[in-house]
């Protein structure tokens, strides 16, 4: 009984070490035809015999949280072959057979791969989780349905060579200094006629079927139409009762924002499509999935921390008075460029706030002015008095900047931030 059966002589499941190298030789390859971008996404759908836009919708949705989706998509790119290649782009770079991916782009995809990996595993809940959600996703995908679309030459788990299977016959030969030596040899079929040889004269040339009954007449298969999967209607179930219930707690929780209860949503969505990947069904939440995602994608983008749109393109203010000095000055998309060196040298003082939520921000204020400054970027770059700080999360701030001729003169209290871009406030 080999390694690989239980004592009633049936397979045992693969561990998962097994799964994983089964895996690695059976890996999806990535097609040419039906691709959106490098095929990552069809090559999955086709190897495990799923909907190719259930995995695409799944990337999207990973992408959200802390961008696993589009890091795992990038190694996908990198380590899963096309269908005509022999090895995968980043085997090919290390020699270990050819690809059509050239040289250049795969360093290139390679080097794309260490921002962004800064980015997914930064803070305590990066997108690390969502990387180890979707590999183990992938990992019960492989389980579940590896038997399907193998390539020819694969074997399953615990395959054996057929000519280890053959049964054997025991020979036992005594040698010398009587030990007894057992050596096997394939059994071959014994030297008799067939069951039936009405001639009896060679009773190998024949080849007459044995007498049996005539074939039966069957009656025609019933066609049994296969259950409806209830994946979907449970999943919009679920979705209604976590929305109801974000809505409720949204008094309570200033967590639960517009765009974080559709990333909630969302997540139910993707967990529900991913079910019915196994189950069967679920296509018909992409209806409600896509549109989410792009109403959650549009607010975080053109959306300011007030909640409200400010436009798109361009804006630039020069106030040569405290009364021109507005409470705030916001862009949804675009650029805000404020200069407030025209203000008189007084001792009086100015408070204002710049909110470009994608986009550049740019304040320059007066050589002589007393500046208390705190500049945000959740994406980007900011530049705050000569402090530098580049990343995600990037924060400066500045209790009291006394300029050139010390303490006194006009007080300038900003608040500048932006959502994906750069901030730069300097003297002028």
């Known amino acids: 009984m080999s390694a690989q059966q239980t004592q009633t002589g049936g397979p045992t499941p693969p561990n998962v070490e097994d799964t994983v190298k089964d895996f690695w030789a059976t890996r999806p390859r990535r097609p040419r035809d ?21 995995v695409r919708v799944a990337f999207v949705v990973a992408a959200i949280y802390g961008g696993a989706g589009i890091f795992l998509y990038l190694v996908g790119w990198l380590l899963l072959p096309e269908e005509r290649d022999e090895v995968s782009p980043f085997e090919s770079v290390i020699n270990k057979g050819r690809s059509s991916t050239s040289t250049v782009f795969t360093v290139l995809l390679c080097l794309a791969l260490i921002p962004l990996s800064s980015w997914v595993f930064d803070g305590p809940f990066s997108g690390l989780l969502g990387v180890a959600i979707i590999l183990g996703l992938l990992f019960l995908l492989h389980r579940s349905k590896g038997h399907l679309n193998r390539p ?11 000519a280890a299977a053959q049964p054997t016959t025991e020979n036992f030969a005594t040698e010398p200094g009587d030990q007894t030596v057992r050596t096997a040899e ?15 004269a060679a009773p190998f040339a024949w080849d007459l079927p044995e007498p049996g009954p005539g074939p039966s007449q069957e009656s025609e298969p019933t066609v049994q139409r296969a259950r409806r999967s209830r994946v979907g209607l449970m999943t919009v179930g679920v979705a209604f009762v976590v929305g109801a219930a974000c809505v409720a707690l949204s008094g309570t929780f200033d967590w639960l924002t517009p765009p974080h209860i559709a ?25 409600l999935a896509v549109p989410l995602a ?6 975080t983008s053109v959306s300011t921390g007030d909640g409200g749109f400010h436009g798109v393109g361009d804006r630039t203010e020069t106030p040569r008075s405290i009364a021109q000095v507005a409470p705030s000055y916001s862009r949804s998309v675009g650029s805000i460029d404020l200069d407030l060196t025209e203000l008189p040298d007084t001792g009086r003082s100015v408070h204002t706030s710049v909110d470009a939520n994608v986009g550049s921000a740019t304040v320059r204020v007066p050589a002589n002015a007393d500046v208390e400054v705190h500049c945000r970027a959740k994406i980007g770059s900011v530049d705050c008095l000569g402090q530098r700080q580049d990343g995600t999360g990037v924060e400066v701030k500045i209790d009291n900047d006394l300029g050139d001729d010390g303490e006194g003169g006009l007080k300038i209290v900003l608040d500048v931030r932006v959502g994906t871009g750069d901030v730069e406030v300097v003297r002028g």
């Open 294 to 299: 792009a109403i959650g994608v549009l607010y």
């Open 263 to 287: 990333g909630l949503l969302l997540a139910v969505l993707g967990l529900g499509m991913v079910g019915g990947a196994f189950a069967g069904g679920g296509r018909g939440l992409l209806g």
């Open 34 to 54: 039906g691709r959106k971008i490098a095929g990552v996404a069809a090559g999955i759908g086709n190897r495990y015999g799923i909907d190719p836009v259930i």
């Open 186 to 200: 394939p059994e071959t079929e014994p030297d008799s006629p067939p069951a039936w040889d009405p001639l009896g």
């Open 152 to 162: 020819d030459d694969a074997q399953p788990y615990g395959a054996q060579p057929f």
